[in-house]
């Protein structure tokens, strides 16, 4: 079947996750790298008809001046994640693709984000919807440019604020007037997924911020007939507590406590040491313990900024459960894992999965993609596996035509 | 439903696992203990009539001289797993049951094993089939005299050599007429497998030796129309495998090397400490990752005996592992678990689900109780999730009559 | 040489330290337990006619309406720590130790210590010097109706908010008349450390509060001739951070960041829970690693109450430093020690070693006693082993005469 | 001062550990990276007139056939931790170091290291004198065409089997003529370490082999007035263990076991996989424990080749020990270490502590560099810190002058 060009437009494009993500798409398509990590490159997929790494063509909006070809630098001297040789070979692609950036959208991010953006951006003044405007023109001309079949929006962004939207009305014809309204408290990452969504691109949130996650945006969404999906990328810790605490409910075994540490030091670990992004975060890795065991053991979770550790996001979880006769014991993991490079496969399987079911004409939340997210929206399971055979399912009778 | 009694027979009554066992069902049964590790306590078994803790009567073999109360109390000293009071509390009900503790039998468990032996034991020679004589009178006493509707009989005892095997028939006629014959490479956990069965009383086998894995005694437990599963308890280390391993898979995170360096202290460890024993031990352990993954990692797996450590089980495991761009990224994991106390509730889970699918007169092996066995006989699938699943699944008519 | 009784008198002393040390000392006497753990038991200290156990007439301060019977029960049930055995063997003893207690002092603890206290030690109002008073009284009578040489007096009390003392005189006879002031913020542990020195009794601070740490009344000790010294017991974390940050240091390997994760579930920890008293005793876990190394590494130590930890104070410390070409490296350690249990054999080799200075006519600060506090006063040195050639060095003649 | 040049001769001077080493000198002397981990760039050697960098002249013994460049790459390549870039920024210095490199010895080196070796070198028959006289030849020679005051020998090659050296006489007028005969046992290290002392140039062992560990040879070296030291580089989990053992013997802590699990995949463990040769290994690394406690708690260590982990050696040591009241708490750790980043910094400083004794006239054992070696001969002494204090005293004068 011959195939148009697809997008992929990122919400912070020249951050740590967007830059290893371009890096790894332009790194496939030359055929430089493997596909470890990438989970729509397993074998039971291979029969989906999803699109080819050459196929997408990729754009994004970006509140700081730098350039990917920077940054990538960047994260190849600072956490020796990413190959400098590897940089030095694509580092034309990247410019290319640097031509597809435009300037993001500051509202409500509040200041740690503010701080880090470009000068002339925080002198930008703009409603919800100015800005939903200037967004939608950026990506009607991108699609245009490059004839494009289709544009996925993904928000890789910092972590905002957690926005007080108790006041806003549950259905999309009663919200949009209200984006006219500068006090308005709806922040930048539902802005991008309603300029996305209103075009009928899919939207896809990586982070734990608001995105598409309201009523009124869900009524969007379903009236352009398009789909999106979130929220908060699986990538660690949050992942093994899918898929260990599972086995202490199965076994019976009761988790008295579970603590984790949390140590790294990204830009993500700078804006998340603001305690007001801190608590949006630390909410969204809280929450599936309880679900999963129908209990609420106590629990902590730590995060903190150690600068010496790069991209290199460590996490020590102690979980001290008790079994027969009530005797205590006590398991305790280590994880030492590089977030850019755990996310960025996830982010190319999200928009390859979520193209597929555009393509398929899905409207509405893609629940069968909850495995990849911290807090699946509209999705009840949190046991890692079950939610991996969700997305097996999903897929079984199209991959056996 | 009025029911008459029920019979547990442990292969290896005094040793930790059935000391636990035993101790725990009869706390149960008085009140004294929650159900803490009891799978078969779960509320979504709770419906499908499993026996009362009371319903059980308990007997056994044992090769050693000594006492239930004292092994209990050296648990106790020993471990700090077990409460001296809770000990004190029940010593008059062990006193009981260590009235129906039977001599065990010892051909061909290897010198380790036999030197544990009381001397009196040692002296006794007899052919396969003289031992399995003995058991059979053994067990058919023991049913009569507490006047019990079935006898689960379950393997705790020591592991053995694997012995060869090779040289015997596949079927029950051929092979019944081998055991008269001393030189049959026959070991005891087979004799008591093939003496259960005969009398058609299920067999389970929590241990790696041999038991009922052969084709003639299937094909024995076939014709006697009785059910049986096994082996080798899935209580610590391999349980994590099986719970990690497929989230690695899901995520193609490509294993390049998984190390599991276990250290303990008791009995089991001693006879562990003998490489022979031992092998049998690692080759159990060491399978599941290649079925899991779909490739063959390097791995590294020791087991070494620490005396000072008691009954506490400590697995460290070291997992490396290759992400997107090739990176290499390290999980490490340390268990802190007392092994009695995680092997004794799947002892009575096991007992409690193979009695209920005696009363429904399933025959052959129990491949649904896969989830509790590091080698389910019969068993492709090492998912830990979709082994429970295969028990949920097994059993969900039956809850919802 | 035949000697009389003398006394430890405990500020704390139903506390989990003191009760541990009093059952500790109590075993010793009886022959009950060995000498693990005790500095003063070593055989290098044999010659140094140290206190015998049965010499030590015990008494104390205490805010909470209890017993040592049960707090050392308690002990024994919540965190696995003590022997319940042991316990009702010794509790005749520890109920004649209860008759020697008397209500302590709450001027200034703050809202978290207050609130543990019996209700009618809430309504006492007292200025410093009248409470001052009663403890001299308490002191005197205890060494008088048990005939004691000499009583040391050691702080093993909850953690004080850091009161702010720098409007405070100098020299004892201008702090003295300060303290009939209602309005005076010295706090308890200070106001116990100056009735013990008035009446020349040595002052032992086992904990982070102030004690005797001021200069005027470093004055006061210096006029009665006697001695003491301070503060924090030094017993895990900060323990294993004096014996590895000078293996860093002495090979040159740059420690970028150091990060501490303390968790625990006594009664010491929900008074840490306390932003304020957490504050003192971060600052004093803290401060070597800069004094060690000479340069100062990015480090976070957390501290948080997990109840289901009781006693066992779990650390998880991750060091991240730079060798040889610049290469990061990781060292990570796990730390499962029971808190009282490491503190009390360290509180009576304080006692021993204070009460055989102060026969030696020793004055002011013992700093040869640093190794066994984590922010000794008037020391410098904080490499674990040179601080204990300190103390082998005070009393290697003694010990040779 | 105005000095002449001085020579470093490496026996495995393409080994992983003499690549890195002689990388980091050529960096040093070009400026490109600090001093991290040189002990002898602590400021309190400051004023010892230590060589400079500039002053070294490199060649060495090798019995592969590879080149430096390629050696240097493959590091950067397969451990990460050596810079790609620094390696392409000194290539030429090492194809230059790469001309002073001569064919190595093989006399009883074993199998497992002969294997490799280059054909050609397998194909020679020698004597140890005959090989001697060889290595004699060489050595001369660099001395004499670089025009070198000194040249410092150092044994950085592979472990080789312990051989049995009970047969040979005492003194070195005694033990030369039996080197003429091949079935003399003595192995390479050995005769390195003969040629080297013969010549009057320091000899110093960075490994388990026996190397100069021998009286005969220690005679040849007071005869020839110079001076050596080893053995075994102290660089990663035996260092922790000297640093961590002193505090728990100080604190009269009980260690009931010490387990210690190393993992690692270099050249290094393709040879210490021989079990020949691990026996040399484990050797040196079990001894100090009871040296430092003054008991033999149970102990266990392994040593792993896993190929994923390149140059990391991983080590995770559990040391379960018993304080106060008889009870057991634990403490563990990991340490992920770079091996030849570790240990390249060591062989610097101990040639420039070695070269800067033999300007004093030093003669016989190097006792004083005891804190550099696993097992240094002539010192009883395993404290770490005891160990610096020896190295700093030694030098304590002259630094003062």
Not at 210 to 238: F, V, W, Y
Request: glycine share 8%; net charge negative; with cysteine.
């Amino acid at each position: 079947m011959s195939q148009g060009r697809v997008g992929i437009w990122f919400i912070g494009v020249r951050g740590g996750v967007a830059t290893t993500t371009i890096l790894g798409l332009v790194a496939l398509r030359r055929g430089l790298i493997g596909t470890s990590g990438l989970v729509s490159a397993l074998p039971k997929f291979a029969e989906l008809g999803l699109r080819e790494w050459s196929d997408w063509v990729v754009g994004g909006h970006e509140i700081r001046s730098t350039t990917l070809r920077d940054e990538a630098m960047q994260l190849a001297d600072t956490s020796r994640a990413v190959d400098r040789d590897l940089v030095r070979q694509i580092a034309d692609d990247l410019d290319q693709i640097d031509a597809n950036v435009r300037p993001g959208v500051l509202v409500n991010v509040g200041n740690t984000i503010e701080k880090l953006a470009d000068d002339s951006l925080r002198q930008v003044v703009e409603t919800p919807a100015e800005a939903g405007a200037r967004i939608q023109s950026d990506l009607k001309a991108f699609a245009a440019e490059h004839d494009l079949e289709r544009v996925i929006v993904v928000n890789v962004a910092s972590t905002e604020p957690a926005p007080d939207l108790s006041g806003l009305p549950s259905t999309w014809n009663e919200l949009k007037p209200r984006l006219a309204d500068a006090a308005c408290p709806i922040s930048a990452s539902s802005i991008y997924a309603i300029a996305a969504l209103d075009l009928a691109f899919p939207f896809v949130n990586f982070t734990p911020s608001p995105g598409s996650n309201h009523p009124a945006i869900e009524d969007l969404a379903a009236q352009r007939k398009t789909c999106h999906m979130g929220h908060d990328g699986k990538t660690g810790e949050t992942l093994l507590k899918s898929a260990l605490a599972p086995m202490f409910a199965a076994r019976n075994l009761e988790i008295m406590s579970w603590v984790g540490h949390n140590i790294f030091g990204n830009l993500d670990g700078v804006v998340l040491n603001d305690p007001e992004n801190k608590s949006t975060k630390v909410k969204s890795k809280d929450r599936l313990l309880g679900e999963i065991l129908g209990y609420n053991p106590q629990t902590h979770i730590s995060i903190e900024y150690i600068k010496s550790l790069g991209d290199w996001k460590t996490a020590w979880d102690h979980i001290h459960f008790r079994g027969f006769l009530g005797t205590p014991m006590i398991m305790t993991f280590t994880w030492q894992g590089c977030d850019s490079i755990l996310a960025a496969p996830l982010v190319l399987d999200l928009v390859r999965f979520t193209e597929r079911a555009a393509r398929d004409g899905e409207v509405g939340l893609l629940t069968w993609l909850a495995s990849f997210f911290k807090s699946p929206l509209g999705v009840a399971e949190n046991d890692f596996v079950r939610q991996v055979q969700m997305l097996e399912e999903r897929w079984s009778d199209d991959a056996s035509e």
